[in-house]
């Protein structure tokens, strides 16, 4: 009788959203606030004159930078659009990739697949959500100085930025999100996928096994392969910036998109010019991981004092 009685099948384990956490989001706004205001938007402003300037060579961009305003130069966009940025940028990702994840490992993707199409996803709504308007606007402060060369009057940032809303409306303030939108979907993809192969590589060097903590050194070691491997699309980048820069060119496309303004730079600046600003932003990605591995334990701590809960974000 026993034996006729089967035990059920093992079930699946049920598939669960992962929760979103107001400690995990507290989290993450406070390391890009830290991590762009010390030095994340100086690399940020270098690379972006660089790819807007693309006959300068590192050192003339410095130059160019400093001849701006000094060590104010540095950190052209910074109040209030990288702020606005690095506060919701984390936000919106954790929220969309979130629910794009849970959906896709419904459909039946793997964890694996599930984590970069929550990403993408997520990437993407981070351009058009904040992303989009706020790279658009500091670009705009870190090129528009050209104008107090002729003698004119630098307007302020609202200034500008009501200029620009009343001339060209939302798009005007939009103005390169597409490309944003591309840069996000590929960086998310390509860091996910080259960060895994280089700890893997790591792993293999130092003979540690998979789930063994990886040091504070090996971890930026990663970050700093998977990172100068991920800027292939660089020239993604400077289109973004070419499209959203101030600067005046005859020659360049009037309604530009994202097909002729790759166009127009390959045709004045070749290969080249697609890459400018390449050693700067990968400065920029070790930065954010020294920032994160540095302070994202002390910062962990805090943050479960101040909510009484526990974060659970990686960082």
Same mark, same amino acid.
């Given at each position: ?11 699946? @384990? ?7 956490? !107001? ?71 954790? !929220? ?138 660089? @020239? ?80």
């Amino acid at each position: 009788m026993s034996a006729a009685i089967a035990s059920p099948a093992a079930q699946p @384990p049920q598939l669960e959203k992962k929760p979103i956490k !107001f400690s995990n989001l507290l989290l993450g706004a406070g390391l890009n606030l830290f991590e762009v205001t010390s030095l994340g938007q100086p690399l940020e402003v270098v690379k972006t004159t660089m790819a807007a300037n693309r006959g300068d060579s590192f050192a003339t961009a410095l130059g160019r930078v400093w001849n701006r305003g000094g060590v104010f130069g540095f950190y052209q966009g910074l109040i209030p659009w990288a702020w606005i940025e690095a506060s919701t940028k984390g936000a919106v990702l954790l !929220f969309v990739a979130s629910e794009a994840e849970y959906y896709a490992r419904a459909a039946g993707a793997s964890e694996f697949v599930g984590g970069i199409s929550g990403g993408v996803i997520g990437g993407v709504a981070q351009a058009y959500a904040t992303m989009g308007f706020c790279t658009c606007m500091k670009t705009v402060e870190i090129t528009k100085h050209k104008v107090a060369a002729a003698g004119q009057k630098v307007p302020g940032t609202w200034a500008t930025f009501m200029d620009i809303y009343r001339r060209e409306g939302i798009r005007g303030i939009n103005k390169g999100v597409n490309a944003v939108a591309i840069r996000q979907m590929t960086n998310w993809g390509s860091r996910f996928g080259l960060s895994r192969l280089a700890e893997q590589g790591i792993r293999d060097l130092t003979g540690k096994k998979e789930g063994e903590k990886l040091s504070a050194i090996e971890k930026i070691t990663a970050s700093a392969v998977g990172g100068g491997l991920s800027a292939w699309n660089q @020239p993604i980048e400077v289109i973004r910036v070419e499209m959203q820069s101030k600067k005046e060119d005859p020659n360049r496309p009037k309604k530009m998109t994202v097909g002729n303004t790759f166009k127009y730079i390959y045709q004045t600046n070749g290969i080249k010019g697609l890459y400018r600003g390449v050693t700067p932003r990968i400065g920029l990605g070790v930065w954010q991981t020294v920032c994160m591995v540095a302070m994202g334990d002390m910062a962990k701590t805090y943050v479960e004092k101040l909510t009484g809960e526990a974060v659970t974000a990686k960082h």
